[in-house]
């Protein structure tokens, strides 16, 4: 971390040193071409890392990339923590498969059209999915940490993970690594707590009603 002119900026080298040491996960910067992970807008990235595959990695997939954007924003986004596909087979049963395979879910991460199409044809998934929302950002607001749940659609499948956000301003007040300790104990307390209720949705499976 340096300043310039008042200004925060921030090296990508030592965040991932920091998330390394709280975790035990390597990084490697990224290639371009090999970044980012919609829906992340590639012109907002600056610097970017990717786990590498390790024992201490499938220890805490709740860290997944590390990426810095224009503005010196720190960007740590866990593993994919569920998909829409699953939980719809576990609510409502194999045969709505065919439904679903009809449906294009790229943009839901908008909450626009193809959200209110997708509630509209699977309510119980998308108001689970609002709950899940709900939880993420309550556990952020514990750990005074910007937590979002973040969705990435494609033909009939849209996944979700977590990512923590952490500002410049917020690493100019408490330190940097102050800040990403604070946002990967968040991360971890929230991608463990939606991996528990998809575990519950899961064991529910052909005991729950479609609709």
């Not at 371009?32 to 390790?54: C, D, H, L, M, N």
């Not at 569920?82 to 194999?94: A, F, P």
């Not at 065919?98 to 626009?112: A, V, W």
């Not at 990435?152 to 993970?161: D, P």
Request: no cysteine; charged share 30%.
């Amino acid at each position: 971390m340096s300043k310039e002119d008042g200004t925060v900026t921030i090296d990508g080298r030592v965040v991932v040193k920091a998330v390394t040491g709280l975790t035990g996960v390597e990084f490697q910067p990224a290639k371009e071409g090999q970044y980012p992970i919609p829906p992340t807008p590639k012109e907002r990235v600056r610097e970017f890392f990717w786990a590498t595959p390790s024992a201490a990695q499938r220890k805490a997939p709740f860290v997944h990339v590390v990426w810095i954007d224009v503005d010196n924003v720190i960007h740590i986004e866990s593993d994919q923590v569920g998909d829409t596909t699953d939980m719809i087979e576990w609510i409502y049963g194999s045969e709505s498969m065919r439904e679903l395979r009809r449906m294009n879910l790229e943009g839901i991460e908008k909450k626009g059209e193809v959200w209110a199409e997708f509630k509209k044809e699977f309510p119980p998934v998308a108001n689970r999915l609002l709950k899940y929302e709900t939880d993420v950002s309550e556990i952020g607001e514990k750990h005074k940490v910007t937590l979002n749940m973040i969705y990435f659609g494609l033909k009939s499948i849209a996944s979700f993970r977590i990512e923590g956000v952490i500002e410049p301003a917020q690493v100019a007040s408490i330190s940097l690594v102050r800040a990403v300790h604070l946002a990967v104990e968040a991360i971890e307390d929230a991608f463990y707590k939606l991996r528990q209720h998809q575990k519950r949705l899961a064991d529910a499976w052909g005991y729950l009603p479609g609709r």
